[in-house]
């Protein structure tokens, strides 16, 4: 049974929906090969690998599993999903046993063919003692791989999951070869279109097409890249105006105008699942009282944000993580309003008049969290909170602030799937779950949504789990930010930009070039 094209349908109702249609509709057969690409991205660190179990932030993502390697299955720029190192796909009726059928010919930048062992062993990485990947929960669902021939690996699952597939998307989850995983970390050793010329982490680094690559003329149309890191807003925007990149990711919005009015710049946005967070960790004194949580998320003007944070370019979300461009978004739910009086009240059934927080941002959580967390300190005064924000180092704040501190600013680019957006962030146990939130109906409601197949009861239980959090979790999701990107108007695509992340889903690198 094949439910690759049953998802797909589902999914251009929701994600694909929503993704931006540019004014350079061009077919890709008619895209123009050379030149070298220069690429100004926020998110970088010091700390940065080729360790895809380890990435968190858009430098790392947009070469990695954007560039240098590649994943079984890939999220197209309409929101269908296709085979990447895979061919195709077949399930059983329950969904929990999957059968994929790997691309022949394919071979890594030294050399190697890639084949079943390299899916094994790549998959088995996530899972390792002492691995500290975000992918954990993904992989940990398989309890069995099997190598049928070279190019066929059948997955068991310990339950049904009707985006497996998906999953295998994820942009933690890229191949390496086997035998040589160490070798391939130390030095970008992958199948992508483009392979590693050098790598200064946090810094720079320089790519060249790989010519011996399976997509052929398809995709991956410059000579070179060169990504600069440019965590800083204000010289991010200066680059691109002033013509020392020819892309950028993460537009300061206060300087929105003036790229408008450069010529030579086009600002791309398309509306995905992007939203910017506030955790809390509840375990800990006093985010481990709900009524305090609760308070908390009536003490934000989540408009106020929209209007002077995003400048317009988002709307109101109402603390859970599924967005507009989901599928099954619950946009009914009665919305937590900013409300001082009431967060008072709900202080006092907590046995508090006042209390004081302490809340850690900086700039590298999203693009104005500094800003956010200030107009949010504002808010929370009438309510009687008194708000400490702690200005955090941008360089480290994913290893040093966010999971550690109690209380931070935090960003979730969304994911394809309500199933894949929840098990990465809520399910109990999972590394990246922010909040240490513990709800025995919503991890019930998430395994039986999983392995549920009947979309109206998916529907059902989705709309559920997300009004559980907005009631009772214990993050503030207090608005949706659409992704804004700058390109050179040398640049041109297809027509269609994906809105899974930032950049066309963080493949700009293989899917445009210059017009």
């Known amino acids: 049974m094949n439910f690759n094209l049953d998802r797909r ?14 004014m350079t509709s061009i077919p890709v057969k008619a895209a123009k090969k050379g030149g070298k690409l220069r690429i100004g991205l926020a998110g970088a660190n010091t700390s940065d690998s080729w360790d895809g179990r380890t990435h968190s932030d858009s430098f790392m993502i947009t070469l990695a599993h954007g560039a240098v390697f590649d994943c079984l299955t890939e999220v197209a720029a309409d929101g269908s999903l296709k085979g990447e190192l895979a061919e195709s ?30 899916v094994i062993e790549s998959l088995k990485m996530h899972t390792a003692e002492g691995a500290k990947s975000a992918a954990k929960p993904i992989v940990e669902a398989i309890t069995g791989m ?3 021939n070279d190019h066929e690996v059948k997955f068991t699952l310990k339950a049904g999951n009707a985006d497996f597939p998906f999953l295998l998307s994820d942009y933690h989850i890229i191949m390496y070869p086997a035998g040589g995983a160490d070798e391939a970390i130390a030095k970008g050793i992958g199948t992508g279109l483009y392979e590693v010329v050098s790598f200064d982490p946090g810094v720079r680094c320089t790519l060249k097409r790989y010519a011996a690559h399976y997509k052929g003329d398809d995709a991956g ?41 450069n010529p030579n710049v086009n600002i791309f946005e398309v509306t995905g699942n992007q939203h910017y967070t506030f955790p809390m960790l509840t375990n800990i004194a006093p985010f481990d009282n709900l009524k305090v949580r609760q308070a908390l998320k009536y003490a934000v003007n989540r408009q106020e944000l929209v ?24 946009g009914d739910l009665e919305q937590n309003a900013y409300d001082p009086e009431k967060a008072k009240s709900l202080l006092k059934e907590a046995g508090l008049s006042n209390v ?25 005064k009438a309510a009687g909170i008194d708000i400490n924000v702690v200005q955090e180092p941008d360089d ?42 513990d709800n025995k109906r919503f991890q ?66 293989e899917r445009w070039w210059f017009a």
């Not at 349908?9 to 540019?22: M, R």
């Not at 399930?91 to 071979?107: C, E, I, N, P």
Request: with cysteine.
């Open 146 to 148: 099997e190598k049928i």
């Open 89 to 118: 796909w077949e399930a059983s009726a329950d969904a929990k046993t999957w059968t994929f059928k790997l691309r022949k010919g394919v071979t890594f930048h030294n050399g190697k063919s890639f084949g079943a062992d390299d």
């Open 221 to 261: 149309f410059f000579d070179e890249v060169e990504a600069i890191a440019i965590n800083d807003s204000s010289a991010r925007q200066n680059a691109i105006m002033t013509g020392q990149v020819d892309v950028i990711n993460r537009v300061d919005f206060k300087t929105e105008a003036l790229m408008k009015a």
């Open 356 to 380: 004081k927080l302490d809340l850690s941002a900086a700039n590298a959580a999203f693009p104005g969290a500094i800003d956010a967390a200030q107009l949010y300190q504002a808010s929370a």
């Open 9 to 22: 349908s589902v999914l251009k109702t929701g994600a694909a929906a929503a993704a931006a249609t540019t």
């Open 396 to 437: 480290g704040y994913w290893s040093n602030v966010w999971l550690k501190k109690a209380w931070c600013a935090c960003y979730w680019s969304g994911r394809a799937t309500e199933d894949w957006m929840f098990s990465t962030a809520y399910e109990l146990g999972v590394p990246w779950n922010d909040t240490n939130w």
């Open 444 to 509: 019930e409601l998430l395994l039986l949504a999983r392995a549920e197949l009947d979309p109206d009861k998916r529907r059902t239980m989705y709309r559920e789990m997300q009004s559980i959090m907005s009631v009772e979790g214990g993050t503030i999701v207090p608005m949706y930010a659409n992704y804004v990107d700058a390109h050179s108007t040398k640049l041109a695509n297809s027509g269609t930009i994906g809105n899974t992340f930032q950049l066309d889903g963080s493949r700009i690198i």
């Open 307 to 330: 209007d002077k944070v995003l400048l317009g370019h988002g709307q109101v979300a109402n603390d859970h993580p599924i967005g507009p461009a989901s599928p099954y978004y619950a």
